[in-house]
């Protein structure tokens, strides 16, 4: 089994910064993507950025130039760093893996726990 612990969430005015964690720890043989998602109330889940172990990265285009995503790849984990909050980027957060485990040729999605982001006005 694999576990994902995400840390950093909170509240915060608009116009400023939270760096949210996400630690991968388990079975864990290789991982490829790491990335977050976010959920905000009435609205589906959406992929905010997603990096993989090697590679380009990808952000929607509504984070782009405020949020910088970035993992250790010796700790198994991801960050992503947001600057300049908006209201609209008031959400749920969540992380994601896709690890390989020993002896496996497929990849298995996990998924943290969800952290909250509140951006005020």
């Known amino acids: 089994q694999v576990q994902l612990v995400e840390s950093g969430g909170g509240l915060v005015q608009a116009g400023g910064s939270l760096r949210l964690s996400c630690a991968a720890s388990g079975s864990i043989f290789s991982i490829n993507y790491m990335g977050w998602y976010r959920q905000a109330p009435g609205k589906q889940r959406e992929l905010v950025a997603q990096?993989?172990?090697?590679?380009?990265?990808n952000y929607i285009d509504s984070v782009k130039g405020r949020f910088t995503i970035s993992r250790d790849n010796a700790k198994n984990t991801v960050y992503l760093q947001m600057n300049s909050l908006k209201p609209e980027d008031t959400a749920v957060y969540y992380c994601y893996a896709s690890v390989k485990h020993s002896g496996r040729t497929y990849y298995l999605a996990y998924w943290g726990q969800g952290t909250q982001v509140t951006v005020s006005s």
């Open positions: 990096m993989p172990s090697d590679g380009s990265i």
